[in-house]
């Protein structure tokens, strides 16, 4: 498991970089870069909720956007796993969750991250503590 506790601004297509791991499954994670590296091959099951704030640049743009995320797997080839976004579209500075899962297909050694796949940048907001928690299982 990984989770975000930050208030970290992340521009449209770029990595979600979540900032605590609790990693106990042999799964790691490089915060730096915002990868999971899964050791062995398998069938993996993957759960995550993020709370996101939308941060179109101005109050005058009235216009609402869903905002999205998407999981890639990055090596030893990028592949789409999944994409999930929040419910509603958002105005400015409003926030929503976006949460997803997937059941998926690795060799040892494939790493994946998370990406913003908004048209626009968005902000992750605490709610309580977290603002983001991932969790990773093989479960064949």
Known sequence: MVHDESDTLVPSNNIIKFNNTNLATGISYDPNIGEFTVPSNGQYIIHWWVNVRNEKQSYDDCERYALGIELHQFYPFDVLIAHSSTHNRLSYLQTGTISGNAIFNATGGS????????AIDFTLVPNDLYSAAVSITRIN
């Open 111 to 118: 790493t994946f991250r998370f990406i913003n796949s908004s």
